[in-house]
Structure formats: structure tokens, C-alpha cells
């Protein structure tokens, strides 16, 4: 049986009060609950405050490029499909620098997990707007007020009809954890959009502040009916809903070649050697 | 073959775009290399799909070709267009094929071809591919199963079709008393295969164990995915196209870090975005290949067009130091040769490595000697047969070569952590500035390594000559052609041509450029890049310099009208 000590406690580089230390909580208890393995685990991570996550359990780990998990972790989950792959950054990350391969991963329908912490700042780089900052939201690089419109990732998602769209809030660990282990178990790929407060960097949307706008979706309501996940999408203000938006059953990427695993593959030199007297 | 029977000729097909002179010229090219003749196809097309001025021309000779030729022997005109911008061309005994309802100047190198009465508008270009075979003398037969296999998947009526215009237009022409000397023909012709340099370079890879190949379509280079892509079903790999170029390199470091054999094919503008990811597979130490098809810069420069000017950048993209190597093949066999070894140094050295080539070698058909799989070996970074590290396991962990045990992910119960940060030996982000310091020299250590399996420059010609010839690259054949030509005029000429561009060893060709009296470089750009890389690594400058920059590829003629020996 996989424990939580399997996946480790390490001290971390964050703020204290810092909504990351929570959602590391919810991984290693959706990863436990899962029955998974640490080394059955890739993390792919990009850069921010919430990619250096990885680095604080127990797994394999890809931390590579500002905006760019997406893609590292669609060519690992395709060399070998046995990894479970999750994908761990920020909104910077996610939904800026990395904006087009969030597009193409929902289009591809990677069998991933894609978890984006998602503070509404840029917290490594001390406070500057997000794709996902609010407008007028004043920062030392908007001084007037930030005046582009926010990229909201569930309306986009669920337009896109991706596989699985969720929402979730780091102050509920175990509605998190839990919403983690439906998108590992998802066959397709699997956003889950965690809102979570920055205590440095952004004094609005605070602890306080999700806390009284946050609700989970209530039971009867069925994530299948896309229209009906179009209108949730678009809510958000004095109430946000928590929980899975959308989804549905669309053959995973991998499923679709139907190529199986590339790692441990031998060269057929038989094939090769037919190709070659094509050129003849 | 009579022995003393040679001969070297050359064939231009020009046209619009959408005329079917690819077709012609990939059918009469396969034609000439199974009747066993050599050939060197140039590709001289515009970014265009329809329109325009296209054309397909190949040198064709009884022994080995290596480079293109400026002088037309046989213009195959589908438009009037092509008459009058290649007549001027033409070689003394030079011939035209030209429809006769073109209105054409009457001349007396000049074959008007009753295209409409031979066969319908659509298959034109089959006619004059009829004419051509029958002009050089070509089996009716062996064109003609060349044909069907080349249209062989489409519709059978088409096939028909074509093969009757092929018949009957070959059949007119032969009939005709026509002064065109024919090729001499060659009994019992070798197995050849005709083959460019994105084949060769997509099947080299293959035959290393290549298994994954993410690409964003970019001109010349788009085919060596498109190759891969045909194969993928039948040999287990994936080719996927990715978002953009960014997309595609870290796709790439990713299915590479799991295990699958990776590489990428972009042109210049294609790299530039890259340029991060090169960066990072030298950080993470995953093993990626990259080739690079160059084609006429800055910016979109000339899209379909060759050139060789992006040494410096490949030689230097990406941040911070790192160790590297790159390839700079001047043959189809070269190509075959080198994808393998780019895979194989990549593996071992678990880096970035390159392969720099151009338009026209990528497009240029020749005929090669089928490869030998017999000799490969393809990677397995799966395999930890003698794979010797402690635990708790180290990634990065430092060693006499910088190179570390490589696990993979999933496939052991050990973890597996790369960062894009500096980090220990386990992988993890660190700030430790010792660690840093030991970390950097593990990797340049990899260097002397990749140093040691340098390709040396390789010398043909005199010893101590009076004229050494530096090339890299697809000028291959340009420089050593006309170094063949100098000699026959009795001049002491050498060539010295680089396949692997980096690491430079001076103590690998030095010695060369000192004995000789006379050193010119000859390169496919308008700065000498070679030329300033060995000066900076020798010490020796290169002040001669033959420079192309027009977009076409070096021939011969060039490299000798600039010498004007």
C-alpha cells in the first residue's frame, strides 16, 4: 500500500500562508488514494512559484521551461503511456507563456493532468499582472490599473470541449484531492483550475475572499451537458462554483494513434530494410 | 559499358508551378538511376503553389556526379517562359523541347513537339518525358514501369492514361532524326537507389533507433518529417506535428526523456524559436537531435531557396555554455551516415546535437548505393546493461566524463528529476554556488568526449598542393568537381571538406592549410562563417574566400570563374 510518507515532507522556498502548501497536501492524498506509486509518476512543471512544486514530494520530475510543460509532457505520456503525467504550474505559466499549448494540449486531448495554480498575480517575479489578473488591478508594472480583459480558463476549456474541466480552491484540501484523482483518472486530458491566494502579492483576492464567493456545484448537476457547462463557465464574481464543470468521453490522444509504448521498442530492421528498396 | 564511352550531361525541366515538372523530373531521374546512370537533381522552385518559374534539373553522367552544372544540354520547356530565361544556357550542342504551338524563334537546336496531337492537355509533361527518355536513348520499358510505379496509388485509368502519352510521344521522338547524342548505354546496371538528402537523413535516423520526430512544417525541411510520418504505422513511431517550433523541441525533450530516441526538423526561423529548448536539453542533459534544413536569411529571406549562413547561429544558439556537436553532411551518404551518428552522439553524450544542411542538398536526388543495415545499431536508452550507480540514484551524478548513468522514468523503482535550474546531483533546484561550479564543469566535460569522435576534414587532391579548396556542407561536390577540373588542366589542387563543423580539432587539418600555397574557402554565405571559425580556433586566416549568396547552390562554373584559373 502506498502511504503519504512515500511521497515526502520537504521544506520548501514559499511564504508562509502561501495557498501552494495546501495543494501539495491534495496531490500526495489524491496520488495515495489513486494507489499510485511515486516512480509510477511524471510531474512536469515550467517555472513560478508553483512549478517548484514538484520539488517537494516524492516522483519523477521534469522541471523545464517558463510555459512549456504542456508539450514536454505530451512527448513523455506518448513514449510511454504507462506514466502517470501531471502537469503542475502556475496561471503565468499555463494560460500566458504557455497559452498556445494549452490550446493545442485540450485539442489534443493528451492524457494528462494539468493542475494550475492559479493566484491572479505573478508571484516569482514580485506582483506583476496575470493572464488571469482582474482589470484595474494596480501593480507596480500596471500602476494605472491593468487594462486588459482576464483569460478565464474554464470558459475556453469548456468552449473547447476538453475531456475534463474542474475548478477547485486550495482552502478545501479534500474537495481538491479529490477532484486531482478524477482528473488522474480521467483517460483524456484533465484541467483543474485551483484558485488560491498569494499572500505577497495580491491583497485582494485573498483567503477571505475565495472563501466567501466559492461553492461546490451541487450533486444533481451533471457535467455532461454542455450547454448547461457553457453557462457555469461564465460564472464567476460574487460566486464562484467549484467542482467538475465539464466533461466527457473523448478517446485520449494516445488511444487515437494507437501506437502504445515507444520506450523499450526495438527497430524492426526487416521493415527498415523494405523501406529502403522502395528508393529503388 | 565501353570503358572510354563516358559522358556527363545536363537536363533542365523548367515550367510553372502545378505543370507536373516534379513529376517529369522525379520520373526521368528515377528512370536514369535504374538504368544506371548517376545523377545530381537541383530544385530551384518559388513559395508559390501555382505560377511562377519553377525548375527541376539534373546532371546526369555515366560515373559518379556530385554536383550541379550551369550549361543546359537538354531544355525541356513546358512554357516559353523557360526558353527564354535558360537559352542563354545552352550548351554548344545543346537541344530545345518545345511545344510547337508555343511561338518559339525557329532555331536549329530547337525539337518542336506536337504535345496536343500526342496527347491531351493534362498529360503534357508525360509527353515530354516520353520525348526526353527516347532523346537520351532510355528503355521504352524501364520509363515506362517508372511511371506506373510512380502513379501507381492513384486511379488505374490515370495510370493508363499517362503510360499511353508516354508511348506515344516516346515512339514520335524516336522516329524522329534528331541530332542529340545519346547517352551510351550501360549493360547490366547496378541497384541504385535515387534518394535526397531529408530521405537519407529521415532514414539514417530510423536506422539509429529514432522513435519520436515533432516538427512544425517549415520549408526545406518539412519532408523529413513527412518521410517519417509515411513509415511511422509500420515502423512504431510518432510524428506529430506540433503548435509551433517551441512546442515541437520540448515535445521532443519530453518523449526523449521517457525513452523514445527524439528528433526535430526546422529551417532557420523555425530554430530561432527553439533556441530556449536547445538550452534545456543541454541542462537537463536529454538527447535531442536537430536539423536544420537552411535555407536564404534574415527573416523569411528567400523561403524555398539554399543557402549555408546559419553555422554561427547553430554554433551558438541557445544560453550559457554547453557542450555540442554539428553535423554538416555533403552527401546522400553522408546524410544516412550522419543522422546516425547525431543519434548516437546525442544518446551517449545525452545533449543537443545538430545536423546542418540546405535547400538543395535536402532536395537533391542522387544515385546511391542501397545502405547496408547490417551495420547498425540502433540506440536503447532503455537498457541499463552495464549501467553502474548507487542509491539513492543520482541523475546528474558527477563523473570522470560528465557523463551520468542515465535512468529512465516509470521503468525502475528509482526516481528520475531534471530541472532547467542548476541543480545537485539528484536533480533538485539549488543555489549551492559550489554545486554550480561542479555542475558546469560535469557538463563541459562531455565535450572532450564528443571532441574525441570528431569527424576528421576529409583531403582529396595532392599533397602540398597549390590551391587548397575549404568546403562544408553541400558544397561538397561544387569544390571537389572543380578541383577535378583543374587538375585535368594540370594544376596541383586540393580540397578539404568538413562533414562536422564542430568541435573544430585544429590537429585534425592544420597541417593542411599551412603546406598549401594557396587556401581559399568556398562557402554558401556572404561573411565566410568556416572561414572566421577556424581563425578563431587556429589562428590560421583564410583570406581568400569564394562566396554565394544568391540563393542558388555552388557549382563548379562559380568556383572556377571566380578563380579564373
Given amino acids: 500500500m502506498v502511504t503519504l510518507e512515500d511521497y515526502g515532507q520537504y521544506e520548501t522556498a514559499w511564504c508562509p500562508g502561501c495557498g501552494n502548501f495546501s495543494i501539495v497536501e491534495a496531490v500526495k492524498k489524491a496520488l495515495v488514494a489513486s494507489d499510485l506509486e511515486p516512480h509510477q509518476v511524471l510531474f512536469v512543471s515550467g517555472i513560478g512559484q508553483a512549478a517548484k512544486a514538484p520539488h517537494y514530494l516524492n516522483a519523477n520530475v521534469f522541471n523545464g521551461l517558463h510555459g512549456r510543460s504542456l508539450p514536454v509532457a505530451t512527448g513523455a505520456k506518448l513514449a510511454n503511456p504507462d506514466l502517470t503525467v501531471i502537469v503542475e504550474s502556475g496561471d503565468g505559466c499555463n494560460y500566458g507563456e504557455g497559452g498556445n499549448h494549452f490550446l493545442a494540449g485540450i485539442r489534443r486531448n493528451i492524457d494528462v493532468t494539468l493542475l494550475v495554480h492559479n493566484n491572479q498575480i505573478y508571484g516569482l517575479t514580485k506582483g506583476q499582472a496575470s493572464p488571469t489578473t482582474a482589470e484595474d488591478f494596480v501593480t507596480k508594472a500596471q500602476p494605472e490599473g491593468v487594462a486588459s480583459f482576464p483569460f478565464n480558463p474554464i470558459v475556453v476549456a469548456v468552449a473547447m470541449q476538453a475531456g475534463f474541466v474542474a475548478r477547485a480552491f486550495s482552502g478545501m484540501v479534500d474537495h481538491l484531492s479529490e477532484l486531482i484523482q478524477q482528473g488522474i483518472a480521467h483517460a483524456g486530458f484533465a484541467l483543474i483550475d485551483i484558485l488560491q491566494p498569494c499572500v505577497s502579492f495580491n491583497k485582494v483576492n485573498t483567503f477571505a475572499w475565495y472563501k466567501k464567493r466559492c461553492y461546490t456545484l451541487p450533486t444533481e448537476y451533471d457535467p455532461r451537458d454542455w450547454g448547461n457547462a457553457m453557462k457555469t463557465a461564465t460564472e464567476w464574481g460574487a460566486k464562484i462554483p467549484l467542482g467538475i464543470i465539464y466533461r466527457n468521453a473523448r478517446p485520449s490522444f494516445g488511444e487515437r494513434i494507437g501506437r502504445g509504448r515507444l520506450v523499450g521498442r526495438e527497430t524492426d530492421r526487416g521493415v527498415l530494410g523494405k523501406i529502403i528498396k522502395g528508393f529503388q | ?565
Avoid at chain 2, 529512465?408 to 532547467?420: C, I, K, M, R, W
Wanted: proline content about 5%; some cysteine; overall charge negative.
Fill in chain 2, 1 to 565: 559499358m565501353d570503358a572510354d564511352k563516358k559522358r556527363i550531361m545536363n537536363i533542365l525541366i523548367g515550367g510553372e508551378a502545378g505543370q507536373g515538372l516534379v513529376t517529369v523530373g522525379q520520373i526521368l531521374a528515377k528512370g536514369l538511376v535504374r538504368s544506371g546512370y548517376a545523377i545530381c537533381v537541383t530544385q530551384d522552385y518559388q513559395s508559390r503553389i501555382r505560377g511562377g518559374h519553377n525548375t527541376f534539373a539534373m546532371r546526369v553522367g555515366t560515373d559518379e556526379v556530385q554536383a550541379p552544372q550551369e550549361a543546359i544540354d537538354l531544355l525541356v520547356a513546358l512554357n516559353a517562359e523557360t526558353v527564354g530565361l535558360h537559352r542563354n544556357q545552352l550548351s554548344d550542342q545543346g537541344l530545345i523541347i518545345v511545344d510547337e504551338a508555343l511561338e518559339i524563334i525557329d532555331d536549329n537546336n530547337t525539337l518542336r513537339v506536337p504535345f496536343k496531337r500526342l496527347s491531351s492537355d493534362q498529360y503534357t509533361n508525360i509527353a515530354a518525358l516520353g520525348v526526353c527518355s527516347a532523346l537520351l536513348g532510355l528503355d521504352e520499358g524501364v520509363v515506362s514501369q517508372t511511371a506506373v510505379d510512380f502513379f501507381g496509388k492513384t486511379h488505374l485509368e490515370i495510370v493508363e492514361e499517362n503510360r499511353r502519352a508516354l508511348e506515344e510521344s516516346y515512339r514520335w521522338a524516336a522516329k524522329k532524326n534528331v541530332a542529340f547524342e545519346k547517352l551510351p548505354f550501360i549493360d547490366d546496371p547496378p541497384q541504385r537507389m535515387m534518394m535526397n538528402g531529408n530521405e537519407a537523413i529521415a532514414l539514417g535516423a530510423v536506422a539509429a533507433g529514432l522513435k519520436f520526430c515533432s516538427f512544425y512544417p517549415m520549408t526545406p525541411a518539412t519532408s523529413i518529417a513527412l518521410n517519417l510520418a509515411r513509415w511511422a504505422k509500420e515502423m512504431g513511431l510518432i510524428v506529430e506535428q506540433a503548435e509551433d517550433e517551441i512546442a515541437a523541441i520540448n515535445m521532443a525533450l519530453g518523449a526523449s526523456f521517457a525513452g523514445a530516441p527524439s528528433m526535430v526538423g526546422t529551417s532557420g526561423g523555425g530554430f530561432a524559436l527553439m533556441a530556449e529548448g536547445i538550452s534545456l536539453a543541454a541542462m537537463t542533459e536529454t538527447p535531442v537531435v536537430i536539423v536544420i534544413a537552411q535555407r536564404p536569411a534574415p527573416a523569411t529571406g528567400l523561403p524555398t531557396r539554399t543557402e549555408q549562413a546559419d553555422l554561427e547561429f547553430v554554433l551558438h544558439a541557445g544560453h550559457g555554455e554547453f557542450p555540442r556537436a554539428i553535423f554538416t553532411p555533403g552527401t546522400i551518404e553522408q546524410c544516412f551516415e550522419l543522422a546516425q551518428k547525431a543519434v548516437h552522439i546525442a544518446d551517449l553524450y545525452q545533449g543537443p546535437v545538430f545536423i546542418l544542411t540546405d535547400q538543395f542538398l535536402a532536395d537533391s536526388y542522387r544515385a546511391v548505393i542501397p545502405f547496408d543495415l547490417n551495420g547498425i545499431s540502433p540506440v536503447q536508452p532503455w537498457s541499463t546493461k552495464g549501467l553502474k550507480f548507487s542509491t539513492p540514484y543520482r541523475r546528474f551524478a558527477v563523473t570522470d566524463s560528465g557523463i551520468s548513468p542515465r535512468l529512465l522514468p516509470g521503468l525502475t523503482e528509482h526516481l528520475v528529476v531534471a530541472d532547467s535550474d542548476e541543480h545537485t546531483e539528484d536533480g533538485h533546484i539549488t543555489e549551492d554556488l559550489s554545486v554550480r561550479t561542479q555542475m558546469v564543469q560535469k557538463r563541459l566535460k562531455k565535450g572532450t568526449g564528443i571532441r574525441a569522435e570528431v569527424i576528421p576534414p576529409e583531403l582529396q587532391g595532392e599533397e602540398k598542393p597549390d590551391l587548397l579548396l575549404v568546403a562544408w556542407g553541400s558544397s561538397k561536390g561544387a569544390v571537389e568537381d572543380a578541383a577535378a577540373t583543374m587538375r585535368a588542366r594540370g594544376m596541383r589542387v586540393a580540397t578539404l571538406h568538413f562533414a562536422q563543423v564542430w568541435p573544430l580539432v585544429p590537429e585534425l587539418f592544420i597541417d593542411k592549410m599551412q603546406e598549401a600555397k594557396e587556401v581559399v574557402a568556398v562557402e554558401g554565405n556572404a561573411t565566410g562563417q568556416l572561414a572566421r571559425l577556424i581563425r578563431r580556433e587556429t589562428g590560421f586566416h583564410i583570406k581568400d574566400m569564394i562566396l554565394r549568396y544568391d540563393g542558388l547552390p555552388m557549382t563548379p562554373e562559380f568556383i572556377l570563374r571566380a578563380l579564373k584559373p
